[in-house]
């Protein structure tokens, strides 16, 4: 079954408004990783987070993992049009050599 | 970020052939690769952790005599689809795993077999 949840599947956000796609997992993760993909491209890595209620911000973009390490959020400020891809979250369980279970990605549509 | 090479990027092919395609690791050793398939508007599937040195371990329901995978080196992979068919028409992403076990992804591989 699913070992990675990721809601929501799909958002449409208008420009300048504030998006976020939460992931859960059924375990506890050693790491969650955060990627972005692009329409036609492949995914790209955003960030990775180890610790237990970690915070971290890349300009608009703020990650969050969560105290019991099996959740996690990815929020965007201000959403503008170069957001728009689909972003996936993907825990390592740290069982098998940075094996990652990806989450089914929240596709992000922001109209002008 | 590190930089992971994928060739070809797009490849067409008749049905029955068998392709081959490549994932190199530029500026890092990686002793772990990763195969994924992914199909249109879904998250990747992973298919086989590639091990150097090693047999590939592959994901349940993949078949290892369908899907050759060989870790020849610290930055190659291959795998190479043997008899490949319509349905093996997919977009095969490569990864690897840096000493931080962060994914790096390649370009991708768009396969059509015709």
């Known amino acids: 079954g699913q070992q990675v949840m990721q809601i929501p599947q799909y958002q449409h956000v208008q420009e300048g408004e504030d998006f976020t796609t939460y992931c859960n997992s059924s375990t506890t993760l050693s790491n969650i990783q955060w990627y972005k993909q692009r329409p036609g491209g492949h995914p790209v890595f955003l960030i990775q987070l180890v610790k237990s209620g970690e915070v971290k911000k890349q300009k608009r973009l703020t990650f969050q993992f969560g105290e019991a390490k099996k959740n996690s959020s990815l929020h965007i400020t201000a959403t503008q049009t170069t957001d728009v891809g689909t972003y996936f979250c993907?825990?390592?369980?740290?069982?098998?050599?940075?094996?990652?279970?990806f989450g089914r990605g929240t596709q992000l549509t922001v109209w002008p | 970020g590190a930089v992971v090479s994928q060739h070809p990027s797009r490849v067409i092919c008749k049905s029955g052939t068998s392709v081959k395609i490549e994932c190199r690791s530029l500026d890092f050793q990686a002793t772990t690769m990763f195969w994924y398939r992914q199909f249109p508007k879904q998250s990747l599937m992973l298919m086989a952790t590639?091990?150097?040195?090693?047999?590939?371990?592959?994901e349940q329901g993949v078949e290892k005599d369908k899907f050759l995978i060989n870790h020849a080196s610290l930055t190659l992979s291959t795998l190479t689809v043997t008899s490949a068919h319509p349905e093996d028409s997919s977009f095969y992403i490569c990864s690897a795993s840096d000493p931080f076990e962060t994914q790096y992804f390649g370009p991708g591989t768009r396969l059509l077999v015709l």
């Open positions: 590639s091990n150097e040195g090693s047999k590939a371990t592959y």
């Open positions: 993907a825990g390592d369980r740290g069982s098998t050599l940075g094996r990652l279970y």
